[in-house]
C-alpha cells in the first residue's frame, strides 16, 4: 500500500513538470484575463417578392395537340311536382300481360293515322304507338326529340294529357329527356292502355295534349264515330299558341 503511494506522487510530480514546461497555466490564466470577442451584428436582409409568372398549364402528351376545353354554365330546373291522385282499380290484370301481335299493331296504327288525318293541320299531332315499357314497368313514355324541340317548352314543365271525356291528367315533362314521366303512370293506369294501343296526341295549347285513345282489340272496327267527335272537339279550341 505505502508503494503504491509512493508511486502516485511521483506520477503527479511529474505531470507537474510537464505543464510547467508547456507553459500550461499561464496559458489558462490568460484565457480566463481575456474578454470575448465582439460579435458582428446580422445584417438585416429585405424579404425575397417573387412577382406573378404566367405558366403555362402542364397538359397530358396525348391532348396536347387537342383544342383547349370550353366550359359551360350548367342551368339547374326547379323540380315539377303535380298533385297526386288516389289510386283506383285497374279493369286488365296486370299479371297477366298480353303482348300485340305484329298485325294487331299495324292495325291499330293504320286507325290512328285515319283519327290524325282528320284532326286537320292546325295544331301539331303526333301518333305515338304503346309498347311494353309505356304501359308497364317503369311507366315511361319517350317522346320523339324533332316533336319536342319544334313544340314543346325547353324546360321541365307540366304537361296536361286531356282524354275524350275531358277529364285532365297532369303530367312531368322533361325536356332534356324527350319524355313524360310523372303522373303518365296514373293516366296509362287508369285508362287500362295496354300493348298494341295507339294514342294520338293532339297539341290544342302549347302544355296540353288532347289524347285519343285506340285500343288494339278494336282496331278493326269503324273509325267514323271517334273522328266524328275529335273533329268537333278540335274545332272547339278557340286558344292559339
Aim: aromatic share 8%; net charge positive; hydrophobic share 35%.
Amino acid at each position: 500500500m505505502v508503494k503504491y503511494e509512493d508511486l502516485r506522487k511521483q506520477r503527479l510530480e511529474e505531470n507537474k513538470k510537464r505543464m510547467e514546461e508547456l507553459n500550461l497555466p499561464l496559458l489558462t490564466q490568460a484565457l480566463k484575463n481575456s474578454t470575448s470577442p465582439k460579435t458582428t451584428p446580422m445584417k438585416k436582409t429585405k424579404p425575397r417578392i417573387v412577382g406573378p409568372e404566367l405558366v403555362a398549364v402542364r397538359r397530358s402528351p396525348r391532348v396536347a395537340k387537342s383544342p383547349a376545353p370550353e366550359y359551360k354554365e350548367v342551368i339547374h330546373y326547379e323540380r315539377v311536382m303535380i298533385p297526386r291522385r288516389l289510386a283506383t282499380p285497374t279493369k286488365r290484370d296486370r299479371l297477366f300481360f298480353a303482348y300485340a301481335s305484329d298485325e294487331e299493331r299495324a292495325a291499330s296504327i293504320e286507325k290512328a293515322e285515319k283519327l290524325e288525318a282528320s284532326l286537320g293541320s292546325d295544331y301539331p299531332i303526333l301518333v305515338r304507338p304503346m309498347l311494353p315499357s309505356h304501359v308497364s314497368g317503369g311507366f315511361w313514355l319517350g317522346l320523339p326529340s324533332n316533336f319536342c324541340r319544334k313544340n314543346l317548352p325547353r324546360r321541365d314543365d307540366t304537361i296536361t294529357l286531356i282524354d275524350e271525356t275531358g277529364e285532365e291528367w297532369p303530367t312531368v315533362y322533361l325536356a332534356q329527356k324527350c319524355g313524360l314521366s310523372g303522373g303518365w303512370k296514373r293516366f296509362a293506369v287508369d285508362h287500362d292502355l295496354a300493348d298494341g294501343d295507339t294514342i294520338v296526341f293532339h297539341l290544342i295549347r302549347p302544355t296540353k295534349f288532347k289524347a285519343y285513345i285506340v285500343r288494339v282489340n278494336n282496331a278493326n272496327e269503324t273509325v267514323s264515330t271517334e273522328i266524328s267527335t275529335s273533329t268537333s272537339t278540335s274545332t272547339s279550341s278557340s286558344e292559339a299558341f
